[in-house]
């Protein structure tokens, strides 16, 4: 058997082994996202997130969801609804399949060309053989090789499911539409892989079909996905790559080199460049020796002229350790826009009148001193303490100010530009007076009162008859022809029915105005 003549040297293309599909041991896999994963994303959620399920005969029924492929569909439409091989309808049933894929125009992609994509994501896997500290590589003067994966950009789509759903009644129909309109709108799929927002525009109202004698209830709907695909590989060239960073960067005679291809432009706290030169010819220096110069908040050791004729090493530093979970000290610090602080990103800014505006609460356990202390318009309950001073409460004769508890007074109240210096119990006896309705009448001449009298504080004459006024259906009652008498809780008006002229009736409406308790 003739073999293929092998492609010389000279014409044979570098091959990034990254790009082939076997990394041998490498426990880091392809990236892929197709079409079935989409699939495979909505039954997950449907059957493990939704979990739509019925109440027939007092038991609770899962209700199965089913991809119908494209013979199963075409009976459905045909017939409305799915039996199974004994030609009994199943019901009930929720039943999808995949109706278009277009391509997302809001999330345009241009890759080119496929085989050699321009858009892509870099990430270093944390820790691996290749990456771990040991004194060997120090000594040698050896960096970390870092590990370093390239996944290509996806495609962007827009996906359209068609879904079919029966039921036996309205009522579980109701039950499912209800699930599944509270899940739309979020991101379906599993968790810890690829999730897809997905959005459902309408539904049709539920249908009554009747088959064999048999009632069902059908809803349609359509389920539109927004989804991203990217293929394991193509044509032979895997996605994903790999890639290790050099250990060490050795630069010969007659060589340029630009350093910021070597470091990259990303702050890094502390840099190390290593160069040396193979002096095993007898070449000699750098045609053009450069000079690293510290700059302002930089510190460079060894900084000074290099002319590659002996290995030199630059160690360059920024002083302070500026890590997030570090305490960095500047002696003072301008923003352009807003300062932001904390984890939650705590705003301060200056407005466009001047003035400080902070994004949230402020908790000071300090004191406050302020030339000038204004209150908003909107703040509608405040407490103020002055250790000495006056306080004053409003502005306006309008303003009501409301106390809840007791108010205790110290000193003078001045009401209305009189002084008030105390409250005597004559003072309250005085204003005592309260309007109370008989409870009750005894024929011919009595009426009762759930009420109890004030009792005049001593100085002041007895209460008696004479510190009310009583009226009978809304006419006054002589006081010559009334007596009252205080029987524990009960207060009795008794009544000359001879003097008044006329008797009392059960229906009289009686009324006293006068000095009772409360």
């Given at each position: 058997?003739?073999?293929?003549?092998?492609?010389?040297?000279?014409?044979?293309?570098?091959?990034?082994?990254?790009?082939?599909?076997?990394?041998?041991?490498?426990?880091?896999?392809?990236?892929?996202?197709?079409?079935?994963?989409?699939?495979?994303?909505?039954?997950?959620?449907?059957?493990?997130?939704?979990?739509?399920?019925?109440?027939?005969?007092?038991?609770?029924?899962?209700?199965?969801?089913?991809?119908?492929?494209?013979?199963?569909?075409?009976?459905?439409?045909?017939?409305?609804?799915?039996?199974?091989?004994?030609?009994?309808?199943?019901?009930?049933?929720?039943?999808?399949?995949?109706?278009?894929?277009?391509?997302?125009?809001?999330?345009?992609?241009?890759?080119?060309?496929?085989?050699?994509?321009?858009?892509?994501?870099?990430?270093?896997?944390?820790?691996?053989?290749?990456?771990?500290?040991?004194?060997?590589?120090?000594?040698?003067?050896?960096?970390?090789?870092?590990?370093?994966?390239?996944?290509?950009?996806?495609?962007?789509?827009?996906?359209?499911?068609?879904?079919?759903?029966?039921?036996?009644?309205?009522?579980?129909?109701?039950?499912?539409?209800?699930?599944?309109?509270?899940?739309?709108?979020?991101?379906?799929?599993?968790?810890?892989?690829?999730?897809?927002?997905?959005?459902?525009?309408?539904?049709?109202?539920?249908?009554?079909?009747?088959?064999?004698?048999?009632?069902?209830?059908?809803?349609?709907?359509?389920?539109?996905?927004?989804?991203?695909?990217?293929?394991?590989?193509?044509?032979?060239?895997?996605?994903t790559q790999k890639a290790?960073?050099?250990?060490?960067?050795?630069?010969?005679?007659?060589?340029?080199?630009?350093?910021?291809?070597?470091?990259?432009?990303?702050?890094?706290?502390?840099?190390?460049?290593?160069?040396?030169?193979?002096?095993?010819?007898?070449?000699?220096?750098?045609?053009?020796?450069?000079?690293?110069?510290?700059?302002?908040?930089?510190?460079?050791?060894?900084?000074?002229?290099?002319?590659?004729?002996?290995?030199?090493?630059?160690?360059?530093?920024?002083?302070?350790?500026?890590?997030t979970d570090q305490t960095?000290?500047?002696?003072?610090?301008?923003?352009?826009?807003?300062?932001?602080?904390?984890?939650?990103?705590?705003?301060?800014?200056?407005?466009?009148?001047?003035?400080?505006?902070?994004?949230?609460?402020?908790?000071?356990?300090?004191?406050?001193?302020?030339?000038?202390?204004?209150?908003?318009?909107?703040?509608?309950?405040?407490?103020?303490?002055?250790?000495?001073?006056?306080?004053?409460?409003?502005?306006?004769?309008?303003?009501?100010?409301?106390?809840?508890?007791?108010?205790?007074?110290?000193?003078?109240?001045?009401?209305?530009?009189?002084?008030?210096?105390s409250v005597t119990d004559?003072?309250?006896?005085?204003?005592?007076?309260?309007?109370?309705?008989?409870?009750?009448?005894?024929?011919?001449?009595?009426?009762?009162?759930?009420?109890?009298?004030?009792?005049?504080?001593?100085?002041?004459?007895?209460?008696?008859?004479?510190?009310?006024?009583?009226?009978?259906?809304?006419?006054?009652?002589?006081?010559?022809?009334?007596?009252?008498?205080?029987?524990?809780?009960?207060?009795?008006?008794?009544?000359?029915?001879?003097?008044?002229?006329?008797?009392?009736?059960?229906?009289?409406?009686?009324?006293?105005?006068?000095?009772?308790?409360?």
């Amino acid at each position: 058997m003739a073999r293929k003549k092998p492609i010389p040297r000279s014409a044979r293309k570098e091959i990034n082994r990254g790009r082939l599909r076997s990394r041998g041991t490498d426990e880091v896999k392809n990236i892929s996202v197709g079409l079935m994963d989409i699939d495979a994303a909505i039954m997950f959620y449907f059957n493990n997130v939704i979990k739509p399920t019925v109440l027939e005969n007092d038991e609770t029924i899962k209700v199965p969801l089913m991809y119908s492929n494209p013979e199963r569909w075409n009976s459905i439409q045909k017939n409305g609804y799915l039996v199974d091989n004994k030609k009994q309808l199943i019901i009930p049933l929720i039943v999808f399949k995949r109706n278009s894929i277009s391509k997302d125009e809001n999330l345009s992609v241009d890759k080119l060309d496929p085989l050699n994509p321009k858009l892509f994501y870099t990430f270093q896997k944390k820790y691996s053989k290749e990456n771990r500290y040991d004194n060997f590589a120090v000594q040698q003067g050896l960096n970390k090789t870092k590990e370093l994966y390239t996944v290509g950009v996806p495609d962007y789509v827009t996906l359209e499911y068609e879904f079919i759903v029966w039921t036996s009644y309205t009522e579980q129909m109701n039950k499912i539409i209800e699930k599944i309109i509270w899940s739309e709108g979020s991101y379906w799929g599993e968790d810890g892989k690829f999730k897809f927002r997905t959005s459902i525009d309408n539904y049709t109202d539920a249908s009554e079909l009747s088959v064999n004698s048999e009632r069902i209830i059908k809803t349609n709907f359509t389920v539109t996905l927004k989804g991203y695909l990217i293929p394991e590989e193509f044509n032979n060239v895997v996605t994903t790559q790999k890639a290790l960073t050099p250990k060490r960067i050795l630069i010969g005679d007659d060589v340029s080199v630009n350093l910021t291809d070597l470091v990259g432009t990303k702050d890094q706290r502390d840099v190390k460049i290593t160069v040396s030169k193979d002096t095993s010819g007898g070449g000699g220096g750098l045609e053009n020796p450069f000079n690293i110069i510290a700059g302002t908040g930089l510190s460079i050791g060894g900084a000074g002229q290099f002319d590659g004729r002996n290995t030199k090493t630059f160690t360059f530093n920024i002083g302070q350790d500026v890590g997030t979970d570090q305490t960095v000290t500047f002696s003072a610090v301008t923003a352009s826009n807003a300062l932001h602080i904390g984890p939650s990103s705590f705003e301060i800014k200056q407005r466009d009148d001047g003035k400080a505006q902070v994004s949230t609460d402020w908790v000071v356990q300090g004191d406050i001193i302020a030339e000038n202390y204004i209150v908003s318009s909107s703040i509608t309950h405040m407490t103020t303490s002055f250790s000495s001073g006056s306080t004053a409460f409003g502005d306006t004769l309008d303003d009501a100010h409301d106390f809840t508890g007791s108010l205790a007074i110290t000193g003078s109240l001045t009401l209305n530009g009189s002084e008030i210096t105390s409250v005597t119990d004559a003072d309250l006896y005085q204003r005592k007076c309260f309007v109370k309705k008989a409870t009750s009448i005894t024929i011919p001449s009595t009426a009762s009162f759930t009420a109890v009298t004030a009792s005049a504080p001593s100085g002041l004459t007895a209460t008696s008859e004479d510190d009310f006024i009583f009226f009978i259906n809304g006419q006054y009652m002589e006081h010559d022809a009334l007596t009252i008498q205080q029987a524990g809780s009960t207060f009795h008006l008794i009544v000359n029915t001879s003097s008044i002229g006329y008797d009392l009736e059960s229906d009289d409406e009686v009324i006293a105005w006068g000095k009772f308790n409360s």
